[in-house]
Nanobody, 120 residues
Framework: VQLQACGGGLVEAGGSLRLSCSAS????????MAWFRQTPGKEREFVAAVDWSGGRTSYSDAVKGRFTISRDRGAGTVYLQMNSLKPEDTAVYYC??????????????WGQGTEVTVSS
């Protein structure tokens, strides 16, 4: 499974970014997908997840109400719309394919990461 994430960059606090992650349709269309993030010296943390259909989502408390995860099953792509960004959202963001149809936390494959920097 190969995942290609993009969309990161530098943005001012309060701004928005949209991350995209493309996976091979055959291997991801029936699996849950998720976004994680990691800062230096810290463990990778869960950000958001979506089930195989796109109908069920979950978010960490840190991003709930500001970030929206969605997917296009036909294109094999998952998105993370990030609004009202804060400096503490600065991190490398990783997409992941779950082993199950509903996100379970058991990651089958990781993307390479895309860096997000939010300036104050």
């Amino acid at each position: 499974v190969q995942l290609q994430a993009c969309g990161g960059g530098l943005v001012e606090a309060g701004g928005s970014l949209r991350l995209s992650c493309s996976a091979s349709r055959r291997t991801s269309s029936n699996n849950g997908m998720a976004w994680f993030r990691q800062t230096p010296g810290k463990e990778r943390e869960f950000v958001a997840a979506v089930d195989w259909s796109g109908g069920r989502t979950s978010y960490s408390d840190a991003v709930k109400g500001r970030f929206t995860i969605s997917r296009d099953r036909g294109a094999g792509t998952v998105y993370l719309q990030m609004n009202s960004l804060k400096p503490e959202d600065t991190a490398v963001y990783y997409c992941a394919v779950d082993r199950r149809a509903v996100y379970s936390g058991s990651v089958q494959a990781w993307g390479q990461g895309t860096e997000v920097t939010v300036s104050s």
